[in-house]
């Protein structure tokens, strides 16, 4: 005989119920999918089968989505996917502390949350650390994550700039072969650095602290005899460092300033991966004080859920070889 569990969603609006569903029940066929169980819906009742004695499981699901609904935070795929991966890993409890604490704010106002528990423990660092290294596979958000969270510091007067930085070592090209001046040179290499920023401070806002040199973005080969003060420096893409590059970068730091370095050791562009200043200094730094360290992996992806599938099958095929 076919068993069912429901779950009534109490209290509710049609706002409500269309934002735990999903465009076009969107995130009702994610868990459907998650959980391969049939679940239909009356109204605001969900009659969920339980064959495969997932039904509870699956109302915990619920019941944590509509938490986060009425607690004022938005829900998108990627949080429904996150969600349904936690529960699979009896981590279901985790869901709200990822979201206890904002790191900014968008331009329009609207509040950015870590949204993974990686997330959350590297945002934890940044404010704790002084230097603070973080590595993970692609689309794991923490180079967006560091670049609002010194936006941040920022418009709240605790830093004086900011600076943005990376190797330029892209697919063999040579910043001395490309057009233009300096800023065209690195602007295709800093892309993801400059949507980060107009996120929280919007493109005339980014355009008028560049004017002013609060906000600075540059190789890092201009780094070299520097020493910065009252500063948030990120150092994007260090895989490509050298060991001596990242040596040179980390003696930059000054008084009243952080650092985060971003990375994926994945993706080394350098002829040769062990050289790579990334992987040197995470062996080299751990256990000195005030210096974290993050890695954050598959269920940290914060892209189209494609993406996790897709690194999934890069990593196992890697471990074959």
């Not at 355009?207 to 190789?219: D, G, N, R, S, V």
Request: proline content about 2%; aromatic content about 8%.
């Amino acid at each position: 005989m076919e068993k069912h569990l429901t779950y009534r969603l109490d209290d509710y609006t049609i706002d409500h119920l269309l934002a735990l569903c999903g465009p076009h029940d969107a995130y009702l066929e994610l868990i459907r999918k998650g959980f391969d169980a049939a679940i239909t819906m009356r109204d605001n009742l969900f009659i969920i089968s339980d064959d495969h004695g997932e039904g509870k499981a699956i109302c915990a699901l619920f019941d944590a989505l509509n938490q986060m609904l009425a607690s004022g935070i938005e829900i998108n795929e990627q949080d429904v996917m996150y969600a349904i991966h936690l529960q699979q890993a009896g981590k279901l409890s985790r869901l709200h502390t990822t979201y206890h604490k904002a790191i900014g704010k968008t331009l329009q106002g609207k509040w950015i949350y870590p949204k993974t528990l990686g997330q959350r423990i590297l945002c934890a660092h940044m404010e704790k650390d002084q230097i603070v290294f973080a590595s993970g596979v692609a689309g794991t958000g923490k180079t967006y994550l560091a670049v609002v969270y010194a936006a941040t510091l920022l418009k709240k007067g605790e830093i004086d700039k900011i600076i943005l930085t990376r190797p330029a070592v892209e697919a063999g090209e040579n910043l001395g072969f490309l057009p233009g001046d300096l800023k065209e040179k690195v602007d295709p290499y800093l892309r993801p650095l400059y949507d980060a920023l107009y996120d929280v401070l919007g493109k005339e806002g980014v355009e008028k602290l560049m004017e002013k040199e609060i906000i600075e973005i540059a190789p890092l080969a201009y780094m070299r005899g520097r020493t910065l003060d009252h500063a948030f420096i990120i150092l994007d893409e260090a895989q490509n460092t050298t060991r001596s590059q990242m040596k040179m970068f980390l003696t930059r730091m000054g008084f009243q300033s952080k650092i985060v370095i971003t990375g994926d050791v994945s993706q080394i562009d350098l002829i040769s991966k062990k050289d790579s200043g990334l992987i040197h200094a995470m062996r080299l730094l751990k256990g000195i004080e005030g210096i974290g360290f993050v890695e954050l992996g598959v269920l940290d992806i914060v892209r189209h859920p494609l993406v996790q599938k897709i690194i999934t099958r890069y990593e196992e095929d890697e471990a074959k070889r």
